[in-house]
């Protein structure tokens, strides 16, 4: 899902990884894995909020995808079932379910049965859905600016990236627009172009990764605001 190969990354993939990763061949698997890598985050983050201690929070996060990964596939995913986050979030809900009824059998005395991840039941006692939601959100801003990186790097440009990631990322900068200006050997008015345009690159970024788990214009829309909304609470 790297989005740094040049002009045509950005170009939106209408759910094509979702897709891919349904399946047993080595090409769904390799899918599910660059999946599983990209959102190991907002997972990890959602059963951190548990109140569970970083440790075996990753030791959960790694259990619930290596599960995936062996088997769970995503054929509940589909886009007139909803988002894939959603298809995650609810899988992750019902994994923390499995793993309260494991520990009540062993206090129990009791044998472990198997229960297969299935995202349309959830369990109760679960951290709220805007901790998953924010960390998402903030994944693929992460991942927005790396493309953008790749892109500029790529494009010989590395230099004015890293001088004018702040203007895009917000981050506070001792460094001002004519400073900026002078250290690139640019205009300030080119200084302000060149900041235009990598904001208008770093959206598109962030749509494309959109657009790798929804589909149709309309819900891509509706997928951005709602992120952005949920970034500003």
């Known amino acids: 899902m790297t989005s740094a190969n040049g002009p045509s990354s950005f170009q939106a993939t209408r759910w094509t990884l979702v897709r891919r990763a349904q399946g047993e061949s080595a090409e769904s698997r390799a899918a599910l894995s660059e999946l599983c890598a990209a959102y190991y985050q907002p997972v990890f983050a959602f059963l951190r909020a548990t109140r569970r201690g970083e440790d075996e929070a990753r030791e959960l996060t790694q259990e619930f995808f290596a599960r995936l990964l062996a088997g769970a596939n995503v054929s509940g995913a589909e886009p007139t079932r909803g988002k894939f986050r959603s298809f995650l979030l609810g899988a992750v809900k019902h994994f923390l379910g499995d793993v309260r009824d494991r520990r009540d059998a062993v206090k129990r005395g009791g044998g472990v049965e198997h229960v297969p991840l299935d995202p349309e039941e959830e369990p109760e006692s679960i951290p709220d859905d ?7 959100a903030m994944t693929l801003l992460a991942r927005g600016i790396e493309a953008v990186e790749g ?4 494009a010989g440009k590395a230099e004015t990236f890293t001088v004018l990631k702040p203007w895009l990322t917000g981050e506070s900068t001792a460094l001002s627009m004519p400073d900026a200006a002078k250290r690139l050997g640019m205009s300030e008015g080119a200084v302000k172009v060149a900041i235009h345009r990598l904001r208008q690159r770093f959206r598109a970024a962030v749509r494309s990764e959109i657009a790798q788990t929804v589909e149709g214009e309309e819900v891509i829309a509706s997928e951005m605001s709602y992120l952005v909304a949920v970034l500003t609470r």
């Open 130 to 136: 805007t901790q998953f939601d924010r960390e998402w």
């Open 151 to 154: 892109e500029l790097r790529e």
